[in-house]
Nanobody, 127 residues
């Protein structure tokens, strides 16, 4: 059973950084395709970034490249999302998601592809 739990959200000012964490993998998470999604207030959930099963390839929402970095600590079975230069538009609930299936690159952004979801952590960027 995989029970994901995000942490690290909070209220920050524009320009600040945050690092989100996702734990709860029952086995080495090189066996999972893992992703971050976010849902801004009043909007649909959207893809942020993903790591392919095997852990050798990352994918990002184009508009977030350069500011957001997905990474993992294999020893801790923990996924991270480093978010820099945060802006009010980054305000959202952030979710960790996983599936034991390998996904092709074009499918990584599809939230229906993921079987396991955490409850989310809230990030608010405000003056």
């Amino acid at each position: 059973q995989v029970q994901l739990l995000e942490s690290g959200g909070g209220l920050v000012h524009p320009g600040a950084s945050l690092r989100l964490s996702c734990a709860g993998f029952e086995r080495a998470f090189t066996g999972y395709t893992i992703a971050w999604f976010r849902q801004p207030p009043g909007k649909d959930r959207e893809f942020v970034a993903a790591v392919k099963r095997g852990g050798t390839m990352m994918s990002y929402k184009n508009s977030l490249k350069g500011r957001f970095t997905i990474s993992k600590d294999n020893a801790k079975n923990t996924l991270y999302l480093q978010m820099n230069s945060l802006q009010p538009d980054d305000t959202a609930d952030y979710y960790c998601a996983a599936t034991s299936r390998g996904l092709i690159t074009s499918s990584l952004a599809g939230e229906h592809e993921y079987d396991y979801w955490g409850p989310g952590t809230q990030v608010t960027v405000s003056y």
